[in-house]
């Protein structure tokens, strides 16, 4: 099985990783965008080569598509317009609706299945690429109909041995509940971290006092501007909605205090918690 990889940073390296140790891929081919990072992948052993966009999808089996959500429309048009029946083509963006939306009447549309890992970390580009990345998570499959279904079958064994849990979804359904779930969070984190930059100027009180929950809460802030500038466009209707419930929330919380609604302000809490009987 050629597997072609586009673009190979935190994503599509470790999945490059983990299909050739799992031995799904006979060889991987990688798509780069820049000499930089081209020499870095070959350096990091990522890829067995790196070849042009146009001889690599001629002799894939499987192309995946790991580049960010603003360029996988263009990317994702540019393989449909080039593969053959047989071949088959899936994107791992973070955001589903617009991409579907693109491709919805290309004539090669059922050799494309729309799929999302829900796997990751706040680090980006080769250096960042590590095995096991996927292992146990969730991985979506968005509007499965509209696939073949051994396009389908090639994607599922694909992200079998990457050990992924595979649930189906609509892909405007997906893009609700990423909002709701894995993008306010990633909004949240990058607020935090804004607020905590311009209230402390001093720099070793925040990492003397990093311990006390601020280190994980603020993780997720670190994560690359360039990758999720063009999901928090793509997916901007859901963002701002769930976004408004947010700020509510924060005034709410803000009212409490301020007004010295200590009864209130332990029960917004207390319903917080709830969260437990779901994330144990
Ligand atoms: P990344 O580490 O920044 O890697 C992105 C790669 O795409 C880089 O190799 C980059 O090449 C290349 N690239 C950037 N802009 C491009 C363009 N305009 N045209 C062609 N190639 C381009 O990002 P990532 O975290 O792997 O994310 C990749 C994809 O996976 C995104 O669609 C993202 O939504 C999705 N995803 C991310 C996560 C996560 O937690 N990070 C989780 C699930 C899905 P250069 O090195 O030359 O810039």
């Not at 590590?130 to 292992?135: R, T, V």
Request: aromatic share 6%; with cysteine.
């Amino acid at each position: 099985m050629k597997v072609v990889v586009f673009g190979m940073g935190l994503i599509g390296g470790s999945v490059a990783k983990d299909l050739k140790i799992r031995n799904f891929a006979t060889e991987i081919i990688g798509v780069g965008r820049t000499d930089a990072t081209n020499q870095k992948v070959l350096d990091l052993k990522l890829v067995d080569r790196i070849l042009p966009r146009d001889e690599a999808i001629e002799i894939a089996d499987l192309i995946v598509l790991t580049v960010p959500v603003n360029a996988l429309i263009d990317e994702l048009l540019f393989v449909l317009d080039s593969i053959k029946s047989h071949q088959v083509v899936t994107d791992m963006g973070s955001t589903k609706g617009a991409i579907v939306d693109a491709v919805q009447n290309h004539k090669n549309r059922s050799r494309y299945v729309a799929s999302h890992p829900m796997a990751g970390t706040e680090n980006s580009g080769p250096t960042a690429a590590i095995n096991n990345l996927f292992d146990h998570k969730v991985c979506i499959i968005c509007d499965k109909e509209k696939s073949d279904s051994d396009a389908v079958e090639l994607v599922e064994k694909m992200y079998e041995a990457l050990k992924m849990n595979l649930k189906y979804m609509d892909a405007h359904q997906h893009d609700i509940h990423a909002a709701y779930v894995s993008h306010i969070s990633h909004i949240s984190s990058f607020v935090l971290a804004a607020t905590v930059l311009e209230k402390e100027k001093d720099e070793s009180a925040i990492l003397e006092m990093a311990g006390g929950g601020f280190e994980s809460t603020v993780r997720l802030a670190k994560s690359s501007p360039e990758m999720w500038t063009p999901i928090f466009i793509q997916n901007k209707t859901n963002i701002l909605e769930v976004l408004d419930t947010y700020i509510e929330k924060m005034y709410s919380f803000r009212n409490y205090i301020n007004k010295g609604k200590y009864d209130e302000l332990n029960q917004f809490m207390k319903d917080a918690n709830q969260i437990k009987k779901i994330l144990k």
